[in-house]
């Protein structure tokens, strides 16, 4: 809600801080996650796909994927596994940390058997 | 299944983090192996044990962890905590 002349008015958060002079302070959170070798980039575009359907999964140039504003990238191979980033601003916290735990519950699992 | 999310935050941040007040309130919720750096553009608090970076710059906070949620989830309460919001 913001008041002008004794008139208040609802704004989208991000003008309510133009309108204050204010600027936004951007957070963001990279995390890392050990995925096993049988768990290639397609594997795991189809996972996202099924589990976060109602969300945006997409191949980016770069051979990364993104959910949404959410970024997963390999940041290292071997034959022990393959090691993910996963990134995500605050604004989508709740995406970001479920699918982290997703990849973590899900690939960790069978990793060890 | 599909997961349900909610896609607005919680909370809107602004402005900038005082170094000072972060430092303080991670060490009472318990962070206490921490090393702080300046850097040209700000500052760099180094979780050694946890292998856990926090990049600090104007208007910026960027949280690396190594997929401990449980840390992570509390870095992030006390960072929301120390920066003006609402």
Same mark, same amino acid.
């Given at each position: 809600l913001v008041m002008h002349d004794n008139r208040i008015t609802i704004v989208e958060a991000s003008q309510a801080l133009k309108e204050c002079s204010a %600027?936004?302070?951007?957070?963001?959170?990279? %995390?890392?996650? %050990?995925?096993?070798?049988?768990? %290639?980039m397609d594997v795991l575009y189809k996972t996202l796909k099924q589990r976060f359907s109602g969300h945006n999964v997409q191949h980016a140039s770069d051979g990364s994927l993104q959910v949404d504003s959410v970024l997963v990238k390999i940041s290292g191979e071997s034959d022990e596994g393959t090691d993910m980033l996963v990134s995500w601003p605050y604004q989508d916290e709740e995406l970001g940390s479920s699918l982290l735990t997703m990849l973590q519950n899900r690939f960790a699992k069978e990793k060890r058997e | 299944e599909e997961e349900i999310i909610n896609k607005h935050p919680k909370h809107y941040v602004y402005g900038n983090l005082d170094i000072e007040d972060f430092v303080r309130n991670l060490t009472k919720h318990g962070v206490t192996d921490m090393k702080v750096e300046d850097t040209p553009g700000g500052h760099i608090v180094h979780l050694p044990s946890e292998d856990t970076i926090i990049q600090v710059e104007e208007g910026s906070t960027h949280i690396f962890c190594?997929?401990?949620?449980t840390l992570r989830k509390k870095l992030r309460d006390v960072l929301i905590m120390c920066l003006p919001k609402f």
């Amino acid at each position: 809600l913001v008041m002008h002349d004794n008139r208040i008015t609802i704004v989208e958060a991000s003008q309510a801080l133009k309108e204050c002079s204010a %600027s936004e302070h951007e957070i963001r959170f990279t %995390s890392t996650v %050990s995925l096993p070798p049988a768990c %290639s980039m397609d594997v795991l575009y189809k996972t996202l796909k099924q589990r976060f359907s109602g969300h945006n999964v997409q191949h980016a140039s770069d051979g990364s994927l993104q959910v949404d504003s959410v970024l997963v990238k390999i940041s290292g191979e071997s034959d022990e596994g393959t090691d993910m980033l996963v990134s995500w601003p605050y604004q989508d916290e709740e995406l970001g940390s479920s699918l982290l735990t997703m990849l973590q519950n899900r690939f960790a699992k069978e990793k060890r058997e | 299944e599909e997961e349900i999310i909610n896609k607005h935050p919680k909370h809107y941040v602004y402005g900038n983090l005082d170094i000072e007040d972060f430092v303080r309130n991670l060490t009472k919720h318990g962070v206490t192996d921490m090393k702080v750096e300046d850097t040209p553009g700000g500052h760099i608090v180094h979780l050694p044990s946890e292998d856990t970076i926090i990049q600090v710059e104007e208007g910026s906070t960027h949280i690396f962890c190594e997929g401990n949620e449980t840390l992570r989830k509390k870095l992030r309460d006390v960072l929301i905590m120390c920066l003006p919001k609402f």
